[in-house]
């Protein structure tokens, strides 16, 4: 049974930074996709960042130039640097996983990331 767990969501102060890290484990395999997503209160769940197993990345425009996503060289482990952060980057961010060996998808439960002065 293969999982993902988030962690470093906190509340921050606008124009401040966090780091989220994404860790797979268990019988997950080997991973060709991860991504982040975020969703805040009463809207939809919308991608942020996607990197690919090669290291190409994708972002939304509303984040682009301020977060960062990243791959740790053989690890089934992914970040999100976020940097300048908005009161409306405020929503629970979800890592997710695709996984080539049993070709799931993956989950984690969520870390909550608050914006606020």
């Known amino acids: 049974q293969g999982q993902l767990v988030e962690s470093g969501g906190g509340l921050v102060q606008p124009g401040g930074s966090l780091r989220l890290s994404c860790v797979a484990s268990?019988?997950?395999?080997?991973?060709?996709?991860m991504a982040w997503y975020r969703q805040a209160p009463g809207r939809q769940r919308e991608m942020v960042a996607t990197?690919?197993?090669?290291?190409?990345?994708h972002y939304v425009d509303s984040i682009k130039d301020r977060f960062t996503i990243s791959r740790a060289s053989g690890e089934n482990t992914v970040y999100l640097q976020m940097d300048s952060l908005k009161p409306e980057d405020t929503a629970v961010y979800y890592c997710?996983?695709?996984?080539?060996?049993?070709?799931?998808?993956?989950w984690g439960q969520g870390t909550q990331v608050t914006v606020s002065s």
């Open positions: 268990g019988s997950i395999g080997s991973i060709s996709f």
């Open positions: 997710n996983a695709y996984s080539s060996s049993n070709s799931r998808l993956y």
């Open positions: 990197i690919a197993g090669g290291g190409r990345t």
